[in-house]
């Protein structure tokens, strides 16, 4: 009988960088074998593989659908839950009264905390924290005593959760635009769920980039109904395999401070780094330190000038220093750390 993995990551009616982490370590997991049924909980309207899973649909995100969630646990019975950046302490409670075991995957602080909360010291098993900005360094002492006090959790960190990237299917995208390896610049802002400096990601990089003096064209991943300036090239969703073999053959990638920034440095990959949120500016500050990433401030002025200032400097420094982090793609592992939470 297939073991059964429920994941529920925070999702809205667009997805998410959650959603798309969540289906990373499905993929992953599937990959490496073993009789594994694998569902999701997601926002109806969110973008989903339905080809490749299941999914059961939510009026919205797991956080704010607790009866659905509640009901799906109990429908599905799984082995063992998966929670990203969502955690409910009804949804907790049911996944232990459907005899399922609980795992949680925590990035930003506020959904850190979350996973630290004494009142889940029964009912959370495992919790995976993502914190590739502290670079080794021991966490602070108000995250040492969540741990103290949730003894029976077993905590452990993370860099980056991604795919490998699919180098043949990126260099096939990039000839069908007439383009090549090293000849063209990345833009990936993120959500659109947020305004910086009073506009939306794609047309704040639109407009600080629209007067870039480069030969190189910008393609822009995921620009909805954004206008984008002349030049510009803008690409539909795509498989993170392949949005990897494009960030890892840029030379230059303009990103937030998501879980885009961390793969990319993983892969040593040049960066311009927003803050495009609160929370993102002391990950970009920590990578800025090492000088292994180039950064400005979440404004029109500033993001065009250091643009430019990246378009002709010589990257191949930033590349190294890079990847001199050190940074580890984790997917595997944590894809381990299921495959052992179902074998118990």
């Known amino acids: 009988m297939p073991r059964r993995v429920l994941f529920i990551p925070v999702s809205g009616g667009r997805g998410g960088g959650e959603l798309q982490r969540s289906l990373i370590l499905a993929r992953t997991l599937r990959a490496q074998g073993g009789d594994t049924d694998i569902r999701f909980l997601a926002h109806a309207q969110a973008p989903f593989p339905c080809e490749e899973f299941q999914r059961t649909p939510l009026p919205g995100s797991p956080t704010r659908s607790e009866p659905e969630v509640i009901a799906a646990i109990a429908d599905f019975a799984p082995d063992l839950c998966v929670f990203d950046s969502t955690l409910r302490m009804s949804a907790l409670r049911a996944a232990r009264a459907a005899g399922s075991r609980t795992a949680y995957l925590s990035v930003r602080p506020n959904s850190r905390w979350r996973g630290l909360d004494p009142r889940k010291r029964t ?4 919790h995976w924290i993502l914190a590739p900005e502290r670079l080794g360094a021991a966490p602070p002492w108000p995250e040492r005593l969540g741990r103290w006090l949730l003894r029976r959790t077993r905590f452990e960190y993370f860099n980056a ?3 490998a990237p699919d180098t043949a299917a990126a260099s096939r995208l990039l000839a069908e635009h007439g383009l090549a390896p090293g000849r063209y610049m990345l833009a990936c802002p993120g959500g659109a769920g947020y305004t910086v ?10 407009e600080a980039g629209s007067a870039l003096r480069t030969t190189l064209p910008v393609l822009v991943v995921d620009p909805g109904d ?3 300036p002349a030049g510009w090239i ?19 990638n303009v990103v937030n401070g998501g879980g885009t920034l961390v793969q990319a440095l993983t892969l ?3 960066c311009l780094a927003i803050p495009m949120q609160e929370e993102q500016a002391q990950r970009i500050a920590a990578f800025a330190a090492r ?8 404004e029109r002025t500033a993001i065009a000038t250091a643009w430019q200032h990246a378009a002709d400097a010589d990257l191949d420094g930033l590349r190294g220093r890079a990847r001199a982090l050190g940074l580890r793609n984790d997917a595997s592992t944590i894809a381990q750390r299921i495959q052992t939470m179902l074998a118990r």
């Open 291 to 298: 000088d292994a990433v180039l950064t400005c401030a979440a």
């Open 161 to 163: 959760v991604f795919e």
């Open 268 to 270: 040593g990959a040049p």
């Open 197 to 206: 400096d009073g506009l939306a990601p794609v047309p704040l990089l639109a």
């Open 234 to 252: 803008g690409l539909p969703r795509m498989p993170n395999r392949i949005l990897m073999g494009l960030v890892e053959g840029a030379r230059l």
């Open 226 to 228: 954004h206008a984008l």
């Open 123 to 126: 009912l959370l098993d495992a």
